[in-house]
Each structure stands twice: as C-alpha cells, then as structure tokens.
C-alpha cells in the first residue's frame, strides 16, 4: 500500500506513529489525527470557497453580458482576496436594537451548517470524513441549522425587511425539505442503506437512469433550500433590498455570502452523489484516489453551474406561488414517485438489468407525464374560470 | 474510534472556522459607532416602533403541516432501508402508511390552509 493508492490511511498511520512515540495514548492520538485531517479539509473548502466567489462573478457577468471582475490579476483572479480584505476591515455596525447574542451566533451557524456537511461526502472510495450509517438524515438534520440561522438572523436584526425576508424563507425551506427527504428516500431504496458511501458503491447503474424524475425534483427542492432565485424569498432584492443579512456589514455578512456560495457547490455535490455516481466514472476512480476526488468535485462543479444557470435565467416566484406549486404539486409527485419506485423495485428485482432500467425508467416517465397533465388540464379550468368569453357584439371603432 | 467522535470533531472545527474569520475581523476593523450609524435601515425612512410584532399566522399552518410530513418521512427511512430484505408485503404497507398521511394532506388543502389568503 502506497501513499498514492491510500493517502489518508498512510498519513494516518504516519501521524500515529509519532505521535504514540511521543508517549501520547493511542486515542488522544487518533483524535489529534482526526482534528488535523478535518481542519485540513475545512481549510481547503475554505480555499474552494474563495475560488466560487471568483466564479459566481464572473458567471453572472456573462450571464449579464458583462466582462465581470478584470483588474487583479490574470482574468481578475485576485479580486476575491482584495473582497475579503475589504470584509475584513470593515467597520462592523450593529443595529442599536438588535438582539447582540442572537445576532452574532446567526452567522457562525451559516457557515458551520454548511462546513458540517462535508463530513458525510465520500470524496474518494478511500477519502470520506465519517462513514455514517445514517448520513441521508444527517444531511438534513445539517441543513436545518442553516434554516435555525436565517430565522435568527432575520428575528435578531430587529429590521422589518429582515424579519419578513427571513419568515418567508423559512416557510419556502421546510416545505421545500418535504420533497427533498421524500426524493432521499429513493436513493436510499436503491442502494438499500442511509450512508452516503453505500450509496455511491451501490451506483453501479446512476440512479439518474433509474429515477430521473427524482433527480429533477431534488434538484428543484434543493434549489429552494439554498434560497437561490427563482425561490430567493430570503433576499428578494426588488422588495426587500437585502432581507435577513440586511443589517450585517463587515465579516459576518462575509460568512453569510461565503456559507451561500459553498452550501450551492455542496448540494451540487450531493445531486451528484445521489444521482450521478458521486466519484464513479466508468471505473477511473479505481486508478486512483485523487482522480477521483477529480472526478466529484468536477460533477459537483457541473451541478453548481446548472443551480447559477438557473438562478440567473429565471425570475422570482411570488411566495403564494411558490408554496402551492410546493403543497398541491411537489410533494404529492414526490410521495406518489417514491411509491411507484419502491414498487417496481421490488416487483422488477429478479428480471434481468435492461428490463430493470427500463421499466423503471419509463415509470418515471410516466408519473412525471401524469403529474404535467393533470397540472395542465387543473390550470386550464383555473383560467377558464377567470377569463370571461370575449363579447359577441362587436364594440365600434373611434 | 467512534464515528460520533469525528462528527463531534467536524462541529468544533466547523465553529472554529467563522469565529476566527470574525474574530480577526472584529480586532482590524475600525470600531466608531455612532447613534445614526446604529439606526434600523429602512431606505433612509426613520423607522416606525418594533420589528418584534404579531406576524401572519400563515407561516404558523405552513409549520404545522412541514412537522406532520417531516416526523412520517423520519419514519419512513428505516422502512427505505431494509425494503429489498421485506418484499412485497411491506411495500403495500408502506403505501398504505403514506396514503394515510396523503388524508392529512387533502383534509388541509380542502380546509383551505393551503392558501395564501
């Protein structure tokens, strides 16, 4: 065994090394050996993050038929790094009646419930933080200290847009989480284990070919659960200016901004890992680890970019909207998919793998077109009630 | 070594993170606060009494029905899990189990809670 084919288990075993040599006692050890490991990765994510900060500029810019960032460095490269300086020495003001405690922990929660997550997400066969037996819940049970800091923010602030920015948010997240969890469910019937590893092993077949309308439909609901437009309730810059973060300046509106831009990456990570094979790619990832942290982090990277085409093509829906579209059509198409999969699974268990993938397939297909007519057929009553029939009698011209 | 250690682990760093990045901040940046600095923002409108008032009870319904689909979908994962061990028996109770929380659903739609009214 090789650094390059196992290089945590060998710098663990290294660390261990010295570090019981030093007299140490062997858990103390393994615990110092965890903390430097998670720092590590918590410092490169942190890194990442200011590479997104660069990349979400310079993608709405384009998106906005603009140049974006040009000045620092080569291709404006710099310019995320003079943004944190800036956010650093700012002066940070805080409202004279907020809630001090409050206020200042919501950001810190922001960023930590996105940090979290990556201790689920298996990187590499061998590179995964913590191989949790139940790491579908943990991913939501992370999720909701984000929704805990939004609240917190927007209640601390004592600031009207910043309360109405972050109640409307609130109520699109936990309505939005329902379809989620009910899409987890069938990765989580497929591969027949909560874990987030088991699940990529278990992605022999992507489960995009086995449940594609489960794809589409934890994508829409992550979308929402990020607060990104067309569900960007939070912000709402036309009426709200800057809704829940609009009282923060300075490092914690840092955190926020920062926490946002990660939590799209991470989700597009998990759309990848629950759908699209995580690290898998036709067997490149057995070659060798860092290939196929390669590997995730492009498709993550691909997902990310899909969540920004998104946002910046699409406009903001009316929260009334935005929930019926959630109660009377996600989350019944979410639960009644999750029916049909875990039926077929079970009816098409012994046949052979195409006629599987197919007849799961097309029963996606199917309650996906189900679900559009019956939505079409229900909107088209809903206007014909409101649309009154044109007058027969011709009205003179002036 | 216990995986929950590890978890644990990640919280701590995770908090380590933002509060030294706001610490650092906290010690460079310039502290000159003053009562108009300190003013609720409000597109330069003086601001009108408290922001900690009675708010719309819809969000309060939306809540309520988020908990009733959240504690059902908690239930189901452990079904999710051992479903290829059980069969066909345990599937239709499944459904079962979910057309049964579909009632609650429908009953609120019809009550009309599901309006943003």
């Known amino acids: 065994m090789s650094f390059w084919n196992d290089p945590l288990k060998v710098a663990a075993d290294w660390l261990m090394g010295i570090f019981t040599g030093w007299g140490m006692p062997e858990l103390l050890a393994q615990v110092l050996i965890g903390f430097l490991g998670i720092f590590i990765l918590v410092a490169l994510l942190m890194v990442l993050d200011i590479a997104l900060v660069w990349v979400e500029r310079k993608v709405v810019a384009r998106f906005q038929d603009r140049i974006g960032p040009n000045r620092l460095g080569p291709f404006g490269l710099i310019q995320p790094f003079a943004d944190i300086v800036k956010l650093i020495i700012k002066e940070d003001t805080t409202p004279g009646g907020a809630d001090k405690v409050v206020y200042n922990i919501a950001p810190m929660l922001s960023m930590m419930s996105v940090l979290i997550l990556w201790a689920v997400v298996p990187l590499a066969p061998t590179i995964l933080g913590v191989d949790l037996n139940i790491g579908v819940l943990y991913i939501i049970a992370a999720g909701a200290i984000g929704t805990l800091s939004i609240i917190m923010a927007g209640w601390s602030s004592n600031n009207k847009f910043a309360l109405i920015g972050a109640f409307r948010q609130v109520a699109v997240m936990v309505s939005f989480e329902i379809p989620m969890l009910a899409t987890l469910l069938i990765p989580t019937i497929l591969a027949g284990s909560m874990g987030t590893s088991a699940i990529v092993e278990g992605q022999t077949i992507w489960y995009f070919l086995l449940s594609p309308l489960g794809a589409l439909i934890f994508l829409i609901a992550a979308i929402a659960e990020l607060g990104r437009a067309p569900?960007?309730?939070?912000?709402?810059?036309?009426?709200?200016?800057?809704?829940?973060?609009?009282?923060?300046?300075?490092?914690?509106?840092?955190?926020?901004?920062?926490?946002?831009?990660?939590?799209?990456?991470?989700?597009?990570?998990?759309?990848?890992?629950?759908?699209?094979?995580?690290?898998?790619?036709?067997?490149?990832?057995?070659?060798?680890?860092?290939?196929?942290?390669?590997?995730?982090?492009?498709?993550?990277?691909?997902?990310?970019?899909?969540?920004?085409?998104?946002?910046?093509?699409?406009?903001?829906?009316?929260?009334?909207?935005?929930?019926?579209?959630?109660?009377?059509?996600?989350?019944?198409?979410?639960?009644?998919?999750?029916?049909?999969?875990?039926?077929?699974?079970?009816?098409?268990?012994?046949?052979?793998?195409?006629?599987?993938?197919?007849?799961?397939?097309?029963?996606?297909?199917?309650?996906?077109?189900?679900?559009?007519?019956?939505?079409?057929?229900?909107?088209?009553?809903?206007?014909?009630?409101?649309?009154?029939?044109?007058?027969?009698?011709?009205?003179a011209h002036h | 070594m216990n995986p929950w250690i590890f978890v644990g682990l990640f919280l701590v760093v995770g908090l380590i993170i933002p509060v030294g990045a706001i610490a650092v901040a906290w010690i460079l940046a310039p502290k000159k606060p003053n009562p108009i600095k300190q003013t609720t923002y409000e597109c330069g409108i003086e601001t009108v009494g408290e922001s900690w008032v009675q708010f719309k009870a819809q969000y309060y319904i939306f809540a309520l029905v988020f908990l009733v689909f959240d504690v059902e979908t908690v239930f189901l994962f452990p079904w999710a899990v051992k479903l290829g061990a059980l069969g066909l028996f345990a599937v239709v109770e499944g459904i079962i189990f979910i057309l049964i929380l579909f009632a609650g659903l429908v009953y609120t739609w019809r009550k009309g809670m599901l309006e943003w009214a």
């Open chain 1, 231 to 395: 569900f960007d309730m939070a912000e709402g810059e036309s009426e709200l200016v800057s809704g829940y973060n609009i009282e923060y300046s300075g490092m914690k509106f840092g955190m926020f901004y920062a926490g946002e831009l990660l939590h799209a990456f991470t989700f597009g990570g998990f759309w990848a890992i629950m759908f699209f094979g995580g690290y898998r790619f036709f067997g490149l990832e057995k070659v060798s680890p860092f290939l196929a942290i390669a590997i995730i982090l492009f498709k993550a990277f691909i997902g990310y970019w899909i969540i920004m085409w998104v946002k910046y093509t699409l406009m903001r829906i009316r929260i009334d909207h935005m929930l019926s579209f959630n109660w009377k059509f996600l989350t019944p198409l979410a639960f009644v998919l999750l029916m049909v999969t875990a039926l077929m699974n079970t009816l098409l268990a012994g046949t052979p793998t195409w006629l599987y993938i197919a007849g799961m397939f097309l029963s996606n297909i199917l309650v996906g077109w189900g679900a559009l007519e019956i939505a079409r057929s229900y909107s088209r009553r809903e206007r014909e009630k409101v649309e009154r029939p044109k007058p027969v009698v011709e009205t």
